[in-house]
C-alpha cells in the first residue's frame, strides 16, 4: 500500500489550510508562539465532544450525557514553548487541560501556568478586578496523558515549584497530574473509557510494527489491523489519511529529536550509525516538506534543527555514497 494514496486528495498533500496554515507571529508576544504545527492524532481524536466527555467521565466518576455541558475553548491559534496545546475545556465548575505528550518535559507546569493564564484571562473578559465583589473562577485541573519510554510508573506529579531557581516557598503552586496510557498501565482508566484504551492499542501496535517494518508501513498496517479489530475504527476510517500523516510526521519528530540530542548529530559512535542519523534526518526534513508543503527553513525549525544541519547531512550521505 502506498502512502501517497492514502493521502491523495487532503489537504496534507496539497497544502496546510485555515488554522493549521502559516501565519507571521503577533508584533507584540508575551511568549514565544508559532505557527508550523500540525494537530496531533490524540488531540484529532478528542477533538469530538462525545469523546473528549467520555475520559471526562471516566477521570472522574462523573456521569454526563449532554454534550453541551461541555464548552472547549483551547486556544486554537497559538502553540507555546513549541507545543500546540490539546485540549482544553470548561464543564460544571471546572476549567480542564489535557494534554498528550511521548516524551517527558520537566517544564510542563511552567507551560500550564501560562496556559492557564491566558485562559482565565479570555474567560474573565473586560471585568473589572477592582470591585468590592470576589470574582469566582472555575477550578483548574491540569493532566498529562503520557505514554512515552522515559518513566514507567501509573502515575506521578511535577509541581511549578520545582522550577523556582531558590529553595524558598514562593507564592504559586501549580500540580500537573500525569498518567501513563501505554499499553498495559491504568487498567481501572482504560476499562472506563473505551476510546482510549482503543488510542493505546493503537500506538502500541505501531511501535510493534516498526521492529520490523519501515515507518510508513508500520503506520499503516497499524491503522489496518485497528480497523479490522474494531479499534477505534469508525475514527480511523473517517480520518484515515490525517492519521496516517499525522502518526509518520509525530514519530519521524521523535525519533529525529533523539538522534541529535541523545547521540549527538556531531558525535556518532560509528561511521555506520552516523550515516543513519544523516539519512533519516534528511527524510524526515524532507517528508515534512512534502507531506505539510513547509518550506525548507519550516520544515527544519518544526524538528527544532537548522538548515545548516539539514545541509550537512546531504553532504555526508553524498560523500559516503
Known amino acids: 500500500m502506498n502512502i501517497k494514496e492514502n493521502l491523495k486528495n487532503t489537504d496534507i498533500v496539497n ?8 501565519q507571521s507571529p503577533p508584533q507584540q ?17 478528542y477533538k469530538d465532544k ?11 466518576d462523573t456521569c454526563y450525557t449532554n454534550e453541551a455541558d461541555l464548552t472547549v475553548n483551547t486556544l486554537e491559534n497559538a502553540i507555546f514553548m513549541k507545543m500546540k496545546n490539546d485540549v482544553s475545556f470548561l464543564i460544571g465548575y471546572s476549567m480542564c487541560l489535557y494534554e498528550h505528550q511521548s516524551t517527558y518535559c520537566p517544564n510542563m507546569p511552567l507551560r500550564g501556568f501560562l496556559y ?19 470574582i469566582t473562577i472555575p477550578t483548574p485541573h491540569y493532566i498529562i496523558f503520557y505514554n512515552g519510554t522515559e518513566r514507567d510508573e501509573e502515575e506521578f506529579t511535577q509541581k511549578l515549584s520545582e522550577s523556582f531557581e531558590d529553595s524558598t516557598e514562593g507564592c504559586l503552586e501549580l500540580t500537573v497530574r500525569t498518567l501513563n496510557i501505554n499499553y498495559g498501565h491504568n487498567k481501572a482508566l482504560m476499562d472506563k473509557c473505551r476510546t482510549l484504551a482503543d488510542y493505546s492499542y493503537f500506538i ?16 499503516i498496517t497499524a491503522v489496518d489491523t485497528c480497523i479490522r479489530k474494531d479499534i477505534l475504527r469508525d475514527f480511523l ?21 533523539k538522534t541529535l ?16 542519523i544523516a539519512v533519516n534526518l534528511v527524510e524526515n526534513v524532507e517528508a515534512l516538506m512534502h507531506n ?30
Not at 30 to 43: G, I, L, N
Request: include cysteine.
Open 15 to 22: 497544502g496546510m489550510r485555515g488554522s493549521d496554515s502559516i
Open 29 to 45: 508576544a508575551e511568549q514565544p508562539v508559532y505557527f508550523t504545527y500540525k494537530d496531533r492524532v490524540f488531540r484529532l481524536l
Open 50 to 60: 462525545g469523546r473528549l466527555l467520555e475520559l471526562y467521565n471516566a477521570l472522574n
Open 116 to 134: 492557564l493564564a491566558d485562559l482565565y484571562k479570555r474567560h474573565i473578559k473586560d471585568i473589572d478586578l477592582s470591585i468590592q465583589k470576589k
Open 204 to 219: 502500541a501496535e505501531i511501535r510493534k510494527n516498526l521492529e520490523t517494518m519501515p515507518l510508513k508501513s508500520a503506520v
Open 237 to 257: 476510517l473517517e480520518q484515515k489519511a490525517e492519521v496516517i500523516s499525522m502518526s509518520i510526521y509525530e514519530y519521524n519528530e521523535e525519533y529525529v529529536k
Open 261 to 276: 540530542y541523545e547521540d549527538g548529530f556531531d558525535n556518532g559512535h560509528s561511521k555506520g550509525k552516523q550515516e543513519g
Open 292 to 321: 505539510l508543503n513547509l518550506n525548507l527553513e519550516r520544515a527544519c525549525q518544526s524538528l527544532s534543527i537548522t538548515v545548516a544541519d539539514y545541509e550537512k547531512a546531504k553532504e555526508e550521505i553524498k560523500s559516503n555514497s
